[in-house]
T-cell receptor
């Protein structure tokens, strides 16, 4: 049973470009969570999605950030017009149901130059 | 005040010693509690859930005190492979599934 998969593992973008981060949950998991870890800081919750629904986006910045989890395919975290402060590790986690343990993917390290 | 507070360390401990980490949380509505470990530049990995009755998994023992809003992790007979950052994590389920992480306690086991 493959774990949570994320790609790309490393992404370099220039200021103003768009970044697209993908997450495929573990088989049988329909709940996806995105977290961000800034350098030397703890992980911070961004958004919680189920298939085709955003359940909780209380941790998402109000502008430039969006997330989706379509009926088919991976969950996508999209950052438009990236700035240097967006440089971080973005982790995706999945769980089989609400309230169950979350398992993390290897993360995408975004560097904005 | 941070929602989850941990001593950042670092803890430098000789191999074979016993080490204990503590954590406090501020949200009394928190429902679930975990310890994760994170190796340098890797993803967090679930170490164990924490229950009010206390639970043990091999060399690891976790305790929860709801009245004091306090969580602990004890590692006995520490191994070199235990070197990592240990993350205290709380969650308020039933409508709020997000995990709230402490900033972690860095542990280095010295040969």
């Amino acid at each position: 049973n493959a774990g949570v998969m994320q790609n790309p593992r490393h992404l370099v973008r220039r200021r103003g470009q768009e970044a697209r981060l993908r997450c495929s949950p573990m088989k049988g998991h329909s709940h996806v969570y995105w977290y961000r870890q800034l350098p030397e800081e703890g992980l911070k919750f961004m958004v919680y999605l189920q298939k085709e629904n955003i359940i909780d986006e209380s941790g998402m910045p109000k502008e430039r950030f969006s997330a989706e989890f379509p009926k088919e395919g991976p969950s996508i975290l999209r950052i438009q017009q990236v700035v240097r402060g967006d440089s971080a590790a973005y982790f995706c986690a999945s769980s089989p149901d609400r309230g169950k343990e979350q398992y993390f993917g290897p993360g995408t390290r975004l560097t904005v130059t | 005040r941070k929602e989850v507070e941990q001593d950042p360390g670092p803890f430098n401990v000789p191999e074979g010693a016993t080490v204990a980490f503590n954590c406090t949380y501020s949200n009394s509505a928190s429902q679930s509690f975990f310890w994760y470990r994170q190796d340098c530049r890797k993803e967090p990995k679930l170490l164990m859930s924490v229950y009010s009755s206390g639970n043990e998994d091999g060399r690891f023992t976790a305790q929860l005190n709801r009245a004091s809003q306090y969580i602990s992790l004890l590692i006995r007979d520490s191994k070199l492979s235990d070197s990592a950052t240990y993350l205290c994590v709380v969650a308020s389920y039933f409508g709020n599934e997000k995990l709230t992480f402490g900033t972690g306690t860095r542990l280095t086991i010295i040969p």
